[in-house]
């Protein structure tokens, strides 16, 4: 199964301020038609997870672009800039390229 | 607008088993793969497999494979998960998704005696 590796584990950070998430997986997610089929999520306490990345680099229908995917093969990342308080919660990555598709496992951000 | 509403929550006893339902609206589930994604108390997320309702074909994570059966009805637009010989392991928020993009609200499932 291909290991999604996130970093940090949680982040502190200030309204109004940037961050960036790391996503590193076990091989290249590249898949056969071309495509690297890497997203990322966004989940609030008690909703289910809202997409906001997909394909490496492609922002979902309403995500505002403070939000930014950015990476190829194994390497990941997502940047959030001009953090705002609806942006906390845990940040997921995923990968849909290779059976069984894996998450990684979370990244929390909390106000500093 | 495409949704995803899934069945309420579910108790049920070690050993037993239940049914899970998430029924789409706006969009023709044959057109696209149902997955299905689960999330331990207090833990991440984990997938546990997928179906293609246009033929019935799935693919499963090797953990789930002896523990989920997943089905859809595309006439009601619906796909189901059956959860058997349900363990006090079970007990999670189930999530639909049809493909990446648009979740269902989630169902809790307790296992408890």
């Known amino acids: 199964d291909v290991v999604m590796t996130q970093t940090p584990v949680s982040l502190s950070v200030s309204l109004g301020g940037q961050t960036s998430i790391s996503c590193r997986s076990s091989?290249?997610?590249?898949?056969?038609?071309?495509?690297?089929?890497l997203y990322w999520y966004l989940q609030k306490p008690g909703q289910s997870p809202q997409l906001l990345i997909y394909?490496?680099?492609n922002r979902f229908s309403g995500v505002p672009d403070r939000f930014s995917g950015s990476g190829s093969g194994t390497d990941f990342t997502l940047k959030i800039s001009r953090v705002e308080p609806e942006d906390l919660g845990v940040y997921y990555c995923y990968q849909g390229t290779h059976y069984p598709y894996t998450f990684g496992a979370g990244t929390k951000l909390e106000l500093k | 607008e495409v949704q995803l509403q899934q069945s309420g929550a579910e108790l049920g006893k070690p050993g037993t088993s239940v049914k899970l339902s998430c029924k789409v609206s706006?969009?023709?589930?044959?057109?696209?793969?149902m997955h299905w994604v689960n999330q331990r108390p207090g833990k991440g997320l984990e997938w546990i497999g997928r179906i293609d309702p246009a033929n019935g074909n799935t693919i499963y994570a090797e953990k789930f494979k002896s523990k989920a059966t997943l089905t859809a009805d595309t006439s009601s637009n619906t796909a189901y998960m059956q959860l058997s010989q349900l363990k006090s392991d079970d007990t999670a928020i189930y999530f639909c998704a049809m493909g990446p993009l648009y979740w269902g609200q989630g169902v809790m499932v307790t296992v408890s005696s």
């Open positions: 091989q290249s997610l590249v898949h056969s038609d071309g495509n690297t089929y």
């Open positions: 394909k490496v680099s």
């Open positions: 706006g969009y023709n589930i044959r057109n696209t793969y």
